[in-house]
């Protein structure tokens, strides 16, 4: 009954910005953390950055100072914030959430299915 709806994926040139978001919805207790990976065809999904509940962030070295993640803990709801686009940031962009859906349970990483990100001019 969980459900991660990503949105903010296009066709950008390089050098533009893009929001990405994406909004947890259904049976949700407690939502410990929510990230970005992203994937090109051919290649390993890669991390782009993640945020825990404390406010803590990481990012990929290809992305710190250009990418900005962020969260809305009243709305579920987890950012990306990406400016001065590369080429190389081309991808499907996935997002997660390490969530419980009940008091007690164990924690499950969750998946959106992906919005794409192109880069070019």
């Known amino acids: 009954q969980v459900q991660l709806v990503e949105s903010g994926g296009g066709l950008v040139q390089p050098g533009g910005s893009l929001r990405l978001s994406c909004a947890a919805s259904?049976?949700?207790?407690?939502?410990?953390?929510m990230g970005w990976y992203r994937q090109v065809p051919g290649n390993e999904r890669e991390l782009v950055a993640v945020?825990?509940?404390?406010?803590?962030?990481d990012y990929a070295d290809s992305a710190e100072g250009r990418l900005t993640i962020s969260r809305d803990i009243a709305k579920n709801t987890v950012y990306l914030q990406m400016n001065n686009l590369k080429p190389e940031d081309t991808a499907v962009y996935y997002c997660?959430?390490?969530?419980?859906?009940?008091?007690?349970?164990?924690?499950?990483?969750?998946w959106g299915q992906g919005t794409q990100v192109t880069v070019s001019s």
């Open positions: 945020i825990s509940t404390g406010g803590r962030t």
């Open positions: 997660t959430a390490d969530l419980t859906p009940h008091y007690g349970s164990l924690w499950r990483r969750y």
């Open positions: 259904g049976t949700i207790f407690s939502i410990n953390a």
